[in-house]
């Protein structure tokens, strides 16, 4: 069966340091791969989706990145966090023989 | 691209009533409606799903209703529980396993 590990769960950074949240996932292949960004109280806003290896696209200019180095492994990074970017961060894969997004269990991040 | 609207943003209703959360989309190629529960504090997951070529589902006390003229889908919850007290996304994508594009979500509380 397919399982999606995200980490940390938590995880709190002062400002103008960089961050770095692992996602995987296990038993498929080729998976789409997602992530997601929710501020407290509000939606889920897409920040950056990838279909294979090396291919990011990214659905709103930010302080954020990502790559995604392996098949199965997606990495969202920035090199200097600002108070914005707090947040419940979800990582989710999708593939074409599924009919929906799986997500993994969220990194809540506080900057401080 | 896709455009999901999500109303209300906050739902309270007494135990044993029935609850209905309505979104509207921008794409007419989208055909692919998930809804997805998100508890507090943990990952969205899905409840219920709809593509274009099914005007209606059902499972239990949870429907969805979908209106491809319209672009408008809805989920219908009866005989409100307090366990069904959760925050509730719509979705729509152009084929499962694609990217999915969330509404802004609904707060539900089912009070005793």
């Known amino acids: 069966s397919q399982t999606i590990h995200q980490w940390p769960a938590t995880l709190v950074q002062p400002v103008g340091s960089p961050l770095s949240l692992e996602c995987t996932v296990e038993g498929t292949s080729n998976p789409n791969l997602y992530w997601y960004r929710q501020a407290a109280g509000r939606g889920l806003q897409l920040l950056f989706y990838?279909?294979?290896?090396?291919?990011i696209s990214s659905e709103v200019p930010q302080n954020l990145s990502a790559s995604r180095p392996q098949d199965r492994q997606f990495i969202l990074s920035s090199k200097k966090l600002l108070l914005s970017d707090s947040g419940f961060y979800l990582c989710?894969?999708?593939?074409?023989?599924?009919?929906?997004?799986?997500f993994g269990q969220g990194t809540r991040l506080t900057v401080v | 691209g896709e455009n999901v609207e999500q109303h209300p943003s906050t739902l309270s209703v007494q135990e044993g009533d029935s609850a209905v959360i309505k979104c509207t989309y921008s794409d007419s190629a989208s055909n692919y409606f998930p809804w997805y529960k998100q508890e507090l504090g943990k990952r969205p997951q899905l409840i219920i799903d709809?593509?274009?070529?099914?005007g209606e589902k059902k499972d239990q006390r949870i429907a969805v209703t979908l209106n491809k003229t319209a672009k408008h889908f809805s989920l219908h919850i009866t005989e409100t529980q307090p366990e069904d007290s959760a925050v509730y996304f719509c979705a729509a994508s152009i084929n499962a396993g694609n990217m999915l594009t969330f509404g802004g979500g609904t707060r539900l509380m089912v009070k005793p």
């Open positions: 990838s279909v294979g290896i090396g291919q």
């Open positions: 709809i593509r274009s070529n099914v």
């Open positions: 989710a894969w999708a593939g074409p023989r599924h009919t929906e997004a799986f």
